[in-house]
Structure formats: structure tokens, C-alpha cells
């Protein structure tokens, strides 16, 4: 599966933004899709992912009640909507997938799409 994020920009603090990600392929329906994020010098997190069947979510401590990933398997595409976003969310935002994983073991996918830049203003 090939993946392509897109949707990052610059927002202020308390502002919202909404991710997106295409992906290639005929069997979309089968992968658990989520998305990671790395802030300069720091490593790359998990924040958040769906299960394959759509029906489970998994998000990171962080970001809880703030973000909500979705997925629209008719069109190949996975969200993840950022409300009340702060300056610590400021990061590239990758999208990755693997194939029936559970979203609580999505931790290190195999397939990754290129990041996009969520830079947030105080």
C-alpha cells in the first residue's frame, strides 16, 4: 500500500486542523491505519490509529479528547481531525499502515507515507 498525507499547515494555538491520507490499493479495508508524529530533535511518536474493520481507536495519552482519527474505506482515505491544537503538537505527521493489526499493538507499521508539517503558533 502507498500512502500520501497531506493537510498540515500553520495554525495558532487553540486553532484546529484536519489531516488526510490517500492510499493506494484495492484491499484498504484490511489495514489498521494510523498516524505518528516527530517533533525536531525528538523521536517519532505514536498518536493515534483505527483498526482495520474501523470499529476500534487507539490514541495516545496526549492527544486524547483533542484529536479523532477516522477512516472512509470507499474512498481509500484515513483522517485525523486536531482540535485544540498547542504549540507541543507541532511536528510532521506521518501516516503508516499495517496489514490486521490490532490499534493497540500499532506501534511499528510497515508501510509509511511521507510526513506533512503541523507547526503551531503561541
Known amino acids: 500500500v502507498q500512502l500520501q498525507a497531506s493537510g498540515g499547515g500553520l495554525v495558532q494555538a487553540g486553532g484546529s486542523l484536519r489531516l488526510s491520507c490517500a492510499a493506494s490499493g484495492r484491499t484498504f479495508s484490511t489495514y489498521t491505519m494510523g498516524w505518528f508524529r516527530q517533533a525536531p530533535g525528538k523521536e517519532r511518536d505514536f498518536v493515534a490509529a483505527i483498526s482495520w474493520s474501523g470499529g476500534v481507536t487507539d490514541y495516545a495519552d496526549s492527544v486524547k479528547g483533542r484529536f479523532t482519527i477516522s477512516r472512509d474505506d470507499a474512498k481509500n482515505m484515513v483522517y485525523l481531525q486536531m482540535n485544540s491544537l498547542k504549540p507541543e503538537d507541532t511536528a510532521v505527521y506521518y501516516c503508516?499502515?499495517?496489514?490486521?493489526?490490532?490499534?493497540?499493538?500499532?506501534?511499528?507499521?510497515?508501510?509509511w507515507g511521507q510526513g506533512t508539517l503541523v507547526t503551531v503558533s503561541s
Open positions: 503508516a499502515a499495517d496489514k490486521f493489526e490490532a490499534a493497540s499493538r500499532f506501534r511499528t507499521p510497515n508501510y
